[in-house]
T-cell receptor
């Protein structure tokens, strides 16, 4: 059973702090990993993708991947109230059809001004 | 920008009715998907299509069918709606040319209530 799990929320951080969102997956040979952000009442939008072990930075966002530990995380530096949303981890398992990603349940983040 | 349009934002139907949810994308994408999203369960894949008239079952296809007669349009059909199909339904598309690294573009969703 391929599964994607995320740390349970809601997660609250003060404005300016670092928010850390975690995700684990069960399929050891998964290839591609994504973080989607979903504002309340809106549809998900991709904010980060990562395919190789290590860190990938994009502005205030850093995705970290450790395939040996089957772990992917998203760090948001200098958190802003506009970052308040649900963050969905998604994994594309090896051997499935292209783009057949599996989503985690999401972690709700609240950034307190 | 890619636009994925779902025909209805809110829909209320009665148990046993046949329900059609329509999705249109305007970027000539090969792949189209239907997900449902429920609190605490995340997005679950119902069906997807990688070409016209081609379809594959996702993780929860029971009680649903799909139709893709034209490349830009992907329809989700609830043959006989039941209360446990009350959910947010999200359509998505991807270009299909990038292998495993494809970005999904989502529509705005249809909140379906079955009474």
């Amino acid at each position: 059973q391929k599964e994607v799990e995320q740390n349970s929320g809601p997660l609250s951080v003060p404005e300016g702090a670092i928010a850390s969102l975690n995700c684990t997956y069960s399929d050891r040979v998964s290839q591609s990993f994504f973080w989607y952000r979903q504002y309340s009442g809106k549809s998900p939008e991709l904010i980060m993708s990562i395919y190789s072990n290590g860190d990938k930075e994009d502005g205030r966002f850093t995705a970290q991947l450790n395939k040996a530990s089957q772990y992917v995380s998203l760090l948001i530096r200098d958190s802003q109230p506009s970052d308040s949303a649900t963050y969905l981890c998604a994994v594309n398992p090896f051997g499935t059809s292209y783009d057949k990603v599996i989503f985690g349940p999401g972690t709700s983040l609240s950034v307190i001004p | 920008d890619v636009k994925v349009t779902q025909s209805s934002r809110y829909l209320v139907k009665r148990t046993g009715e046949k329900v059609f949810l329509e999705c249109v994308q305007d970027m000539d994408h090969e792949n189209m998907f239907w997900y449902r999203q429920d609190p605490g369960l995340g997005l679950r894949l119902i069906y997807f299509s990688y070409d016209v008239k081609m379809k594959e079952k996702g993780d929860i296809p029971e009680g649903y069918s799909v139709s893709r007669e034209k490349k830009e349009r992907f329809s989700l059909i609830l043959e006989s709606a039941s209360t446990n199909q009350t959910s947010m339904y999200l359509c998505a598309s991807s270009s299909g040319t990038g292998g495993f690294n494809e970005k999904l573009f989502f529509g705005s969703g249809t909140q379906l209530s079955v009474l």
